[in-house]
């Protein structure tokens, strides 16, 4: 077990580019999830996948995010045009139905 | 509307002391409840759950939970604080079946020596 892993851990992009990361669930795990933290706040649900299917968006996820698990393991999230708004820690979490969630240690991203 | 209230902010314990962080939850049903912790530029590691069953829960580090349903709450606490321990602790709620998590907003622990 070699927990959940993200890449990478720090991004600094300017504003208006893309940018995308990439998250490596525990191998066995079927669920993903992708979550975005703020400055002294707790970890908001962006989008969860079970295998390859997402199977819900958080109003939060504007049409600028996009993620996908192509084959069910590891998964992307990009987001488009990048705002300043969007400087954040991006989690991922991993899980098997009905048990609790592995986190990674993030990517945070800084937009300038 | 599922949501979690840390009412706490910012704690500050001598080390060896005992702790206490306070969480209450609003869902319509029984929820899966949770504590995570987070140092510093790292990810939330899991200290303890609860499903069902005994409403006492131990978790990792010498943490446990009680299970209040009357109360809404479900406090982590510690009988004696450790300088390691000082990070910030969050609760959760989830539903079953989605595994989806609502977090509340965190106490941050600070512990002096």
């Known amino acids: 077990d070699t927990g959940v892993s993200q890449d990478p851990r720090h991004k600094i992009t300017k504003r208006g580019q893309n940018v995308t990361f990439r998250c490596d669930p525990i191998?066995?795990?079927?669920?993903l999830y992708w979550y975005r933290q703020t400055l002294g706040q707790g970890p908001e649900f962006l989008t969860y996948?079970?295998?390859?299917?997402?199977?819900?968006k958080s109003r939060l996820l504007s049409d600028r995010f996009s993620a996908e698990r192509p084959k069910g393991s590891f998964s992307t999230l990009e987001i488009q045009r990048t705002e300043q708004g969007d400087s954040a820690m991006y989690l991922c979490a991993s899980s098997l139905v009905d048990s609790p969630l592995h986190f990674g240690n993030g990517t945070r991203l800084t937009v300038t | 509307a599922q949501s979690v209230t840390q009412p706490d902010i910012h704690i500050t314990v001598s080390e060896g002391a005992s702790l206490e962080l306070r969480c209450n939850y609003s869902?319509?049903?029984?929820?899966?409840l949770f504590w995570y912790v987070q140092s510093p530029g790292q990810g939330l590691q899991l200290l303890l759950k609860y499903f069902s069953g005994d409403t006492l829960v131990q978790g990792i580090k010498g943490f446990e939970a009680e299970f209040k349903r009357s109360q809404s709450s479900f406090n982590l606490r510690k009988p004696s604080v450790h300088w390691s321990d000082a990070a910030e602790y969050f609760c959760a709620v989830g539903a079953p079946n989605t595994d989806k998590l609502i977090f509340g907003t965190g106490t941050r622990l600070q512990v002096f020596p």
């Open positions: 869902y319509g049903a029984t929820p899966y």
């Open positions: 191998s066995e795990h079927n669920r």
């Open positions: 996948f079970q295998n390859e299917a997402q199977l819900e």
